[in-house]
Each structure stands twice: as C-alpha cells, then as structure tokens.
C-alpha cells in the first residue's frame, strides 16, 4: 500500500527475511530500508567522529551483553544487568561525571545507583524531581488536579534537573522512574546524551512490559477491540 506510513511493528515479512535484516531481502512498500535519502542523511551524521565512537561503542557493548557467542547466534544468552552495562558503556567511552536524575519517589534506589556509580570511580552529579521546591500552581495546575488535594504540592521540575546537569557538565545523564512527560521535558533539555535505568510504573513495580506482556489475559480491558 503506497504512501502508508512506516509501521515496523506490524512489518508482514518474518524477521530473517527482511530487507533490514538481509542483503535483497524483502520489504512491504513503506519500508524505511528502502528510502535511500534518509541513509544518506544518517550515514552523514555518523560520519562525524564523535557519533561514529558513541555508535560504535554502543554497539560493542551490545555484543558483550551476550555470553556463548563463539558457540553460534542460537546459544548466545544474556549475562550482564542493565545497569553493569551503563558502568562499562561510560567506562569505554571515558565519561568522568554521570548525572542521575530520579523520581523522589525512588531516592533508596538513586541512594544506592549513585553509591554504585562512584564505587565505580565516577563523580556523581544526582538531581531529585522535586529540585527547585516549585508549587505546583506555577504551571497552572488546580488544587483538585494534585495528588494530595487542598495541600502545598511542589511540582516536579525536569527542566531544572537539566539545568543542573547541564551547569555540572556531566558526561551522560542517568534516568530513574521520571514520570511520563516529565522525562520527555528533561531529554529535550539535556545537553549531554541521556539513558534510562528504570521507566516508572507506579502499579506494576516499574515494569511497565507487565501490561503489554499481559493484553491477552490480566489487561484485555487495554484493548478497545
């Protein structure tokens, strides 16, 4: 269907089959393998040096996630936690000052993430949500629109989270459990490159997967059809 937009997650092809996967594989029209101005454009990007490292380097410690790779694609296995992966991800590329910003809502675990951090030899920059001690009436929020309704409420505050980070010149930003919404206003105001620890899911431990992995049972009633 011409003119469809790209839609990879309902790609009809199987997965060894496909165009992005396989030199002459096949593509359904809307296919974004096939829009070669865009390559092009990428291949720009990466050609300049400090993307090309980040990319590369990114892409080494995807491959050493996996354990048994000499033994063939089928037996490889997973061996390494997230956040043992964003320790040796800033190691490799010499990142000195990581910046973790967190949800209060999780600050034992910022406690022990930035603990962990500098254990590992890395100047620790951490911002709570709450930084800048903001009322929640400053961005036009109504008493009964806050969670303890008729108290002072202070608002969370990515923007200042940025702030501080980007003040601190810290070499990667860490993400815990922001809110939605709230992480899309701090990755938009983050100069240095952002990864995310945890995404919150305030019911489902913040495994937000629970619920897709789940349509089919516990949360059908997600779907509309």
């Given at each position: 269907m011409k003119n469809k937009l790209p839609d990879c997650a309902h790609c009809p092809v199987e997965p060894a089959r496909r165009l992005c996967q396989k030199e002459g594989g096949l593509s359904p029209d809307w296919c974004p393998t096939r829009n070669r101005d865009l390559i092009d454009r990428c291949l720009q990007i990466y050609g300049q040096p400090e993307i090309q490292e980040f990319a590369r380097v990114a892409s080494v410690q995807e491959g050493e996630g996996y354990g048994g790779r000499?033994?063939?694609?089928?037996?490889?296995?997973?061996?390494?936690?997230r956040i043992l992966e964003i320790i040796e991800f800033a190691r490799r590329m010499k990142f000195n000052r990581l910046?973790?910003?967190?949800?209060?809502?999780?600050?034992?675990?910022?406690?022990?993430?930035?603990?962990?951090?500098a254990d590992h030899g890395f100047e620790v920059v951490s911002?709570?949500?709450k930084a800048g001690g903001l009322p929640k009436e400053t961005i036009g929020v109504r008493n009964e629109e806050k969670i303890n309704v008729g108290m002072p409420e202070?608002?969370?505050?990515?923007?200042?989270?940025?702030l501080v980070l980007n003040s601190e010149k810290t070499d990667l930003n860490v993400v815990m459990g922001l809110c939605v919404g709230h992480d899309s206003l701090f990755f938009k105001h983050s100069r240095a490159p952002c990864t995310v620890l945890a995404a919150k899911d305030r019911l489902l431990g913040h495994n937000p997967l629970a619920a897709v992995y789940t349509l089919n049972s516990y949360y059908r009633s997600l779907k509309k059809s």
């Open positions: 000499e033994l063939g694609y089928d037996r490889v296995k997973p061996v390494k936690p910046g973790l910003v967190f949800c209060v809502g999780l600050r034992n675990e910022a406690e022990a993430v930035g603990s962990l951090f911002v709570s949500c202070t608002m969370c505050n990515p923007v200042m989270q940025a």
